[in-house]
């Protein structure tokens, strides 16, 4: 069997965490339709971050067909074998400049899969045979439309080599570090929270093998460098390579032009920081009103402030900020808006009054790799879908529009979320009729699932079949949190990763009550 690899095999193939553009399935080896592929990935002419390969599983209209019935999936062990020795003489020899994916086998029902890791190329761009067995046939530059690998032509092709060994900063060696900067035990924990099979080999793995598997640590084995994306996510201190990496977030309960204000500063690992202050925020300052009108039996809930959309502005700035720049993200909270900020703006190419309507497409990524973690962690979706979920979630729960802004330099972009009209010059803390009145239906079945013992949410989003983590924070578990029905079982530590909730007093009292 071959290593595995720093993903998890059921969200790729069923697209989860990995855009469909970024999968290619085929049923079986087919050596010259497979090059071009790898060329097309390594290429990275959208900066998405490369894409996988996988061989073993029929594909149709995009989508793998393993768990239909008379599905041609897997490949014999031999054939394996096989498929790893050409696929490096094609990287030697049918593939300029030389370029090598990573591979790792897989069981699927009981067969055997490859897949190939290809990572966008640090020396791109990359030429390919386009045909095999043809020592006359040309040399062709290839990349990814949509789901489909196509040769470069016309002004896509004078795109792609202005682009010639243009690496974006988060993929790019730190010289100015040492692998010692990366942390294994990080690297590890990302692993197991996104259920890679390849944290099951990382414990015997040291911080260079380790890294080099995840693709955060480049160079030869003499003179190994991490890459920027490794020490922004696996080193404790980033803001010590890249000064201001943390996120602001600051409360004026009088408004800006007030004498008080709260401010909490989130420093660490980017993962670890854009989670702990969207999860500060949430238990701090999000509140739900329920109003109940006279000439309806149905009453009104909403929030001053939709998590989702928080969450989205948050990662947003994260996924799209400069980390060569040194100002914070930051969130300004006042009882009339919710403000992120974050430097630069938006790309030149996306016209803002398009941005605004929800329908911009971003066709370069500042951080690719940056956007890879993120996906992988659940943070974000990926490919130009936050800004419109902004607009869907605050519609949803009856908020006013979101307002978005730049300046003519595109220095600086700000997402501001105001606040919702039930909540209009109460402020955070006065409200109408909350939660603490009425417990949910949800928050009864958080209760129920608590009563046994303790638990962490990922047992609790199992218990209760939810996938969506915000839902779960805002419906289920901030509201039981509020009225005191539930507890963390290290409440100085709430972003642990052995963090646990448990029923209180009161909510077993309430449980009992109701059973």
């Not at 592929?37 to 996988?52: E, P, Q, T, V």
């Not at 994916?101 to 390919?128: H, M, S």
């Not at 990496?245 to 009088?254: E, L, S």
Request: proline content about 7%; charged content about 25%; aromatic content about 8%.
């Amino acid at each position: 069997m071959t290593p595995k690899l720093p993903i998890n095999l059921d969200s790729l193939l069923h697209h989860r965490t990995i855009e469909s553009e970024r999968v290619e399935c085929k049923a079986g080896w087919n050596p010259e339709a497979v090059l071009h592929s790898i060329c097309a990935f390594a290429n990275d002419f959208h900066n998405l971050g490369g894409g996988y390969v996988v061989v073993g599983v029929e594909e149709q209209d995009g989508q793998p067909l393993i768990s239909q019935e008379g599905s041609s999936v897997g490949l014999q062990p031999e054939q394996i074998d096989g498929i790893q020795k050409e696929l490096l003489n094609l990287g030697n020899a049918a593939i300029q400049p030389p370029y090598h994916p990573l591979t790792a086998t897989y069981e699927v029902q009981g067969k055997l899969i490859l897949v190939l890791w290809v990572p966008g190329g640090e020396t791109r761009p990359y030429k390919a045979r386009t045909r095999l067995g043809d020592k006359k046939a040309d040399w062709a530059y290839y990349l990814r439309k949509h789901t489909s690998t196509v040769r470069a032509k016309g002004a896509d092709e004078r795109e792609l080599l202005s682009l010639a060994a243009t690496v974006p900063f988060d993929d790019r060696y730190r010289q100015g570090a040492s692998l010692t900067d990366l942390s294994a035990h990080l690297m590890r924990e990302f692993l197991q929270e996104i259920g890679s099979e390849l944290a099951a080999e990382a414990a015997v793995l040291d911080a260079e093998a380790l890294g080099r598997r995840m693709n955060v640590v480049g160079g030869p084995a003499e003179m190994a460098f991490p890459k920027n994306v490794g020490l922004l996510f696996f080193n404790e201190h980033p803001e010590q390579f890249f000064p201001a990496t943390q996120i602001d977030v600051v409360y004026f309960p009088d408004g800006p032009g007030g004498d008080r204000f709260e401010e909490k500063e989130f420093r660490g690992p980017l993962g670890r920081i854009t989670r702990d202050a969207v999860d500060y925020i949430a238990r701090n300052y999000l509140k739900e009103t329920v109003v109940k009108h006279p000439d309806r039996p149905q009453a009104e809930r909403f929030w001053n402030y939709p998590l989702a959309a928080i969450e989205e502005a948050v990662v947003n700035a994260v996924y799209h900020r400069s980390y060569e720049i040194r100002e914070p993200i930051e969130v300004r909270i006042t009882p009339e808006e919710l403000v992120v900020l974050s430097f630069p703006g938006p790309d030149r190419s996306i016209r803002m009054e398009d941005l605004r309507a929800g329908r911009a497409v971003s066709r370069r990524y500042r951080n690719r790799r940056v956007g890879e973690f993120l996906k992988e962690l659940d943070l974000t979706e990926g490919r130009s879908t936050g800004i419109p979920k902004i607009l869907r979630v605050m519609q949803a729960n009856g908020s006013p529009v979101p307002v978005f802004e730049t300046d003519e330099e595109r220095s600086s972009f700000l997402i501001r979320l105001p606040v919702h009209e039930g909540f209009a010059g109460e402020g955070i803390q006065k409200v109408t009729e909350q939660v603490t009145e009425q417990v949910t239906e949800q928050v009864r079945r958080l209760l129920t699932a608590l009563e046994a013992a303790p638990l962490g949410t990922k047992d609790l989003l199992g218990i209760l079949k939810l996938s969506h983590r915000p839902t779960f924070i805002q419906n289920y578990l901030q509201p039981a949190l509020e009225v005191g029905l539930v507890e963390m079982t290290q409440p100085d530590s709430p972003r642990s990763p052995t963090q646990k909730y448990r029923l209180t007093d009161k909510g077993r009292q309430w449980l009992a009550r109701e059973q």
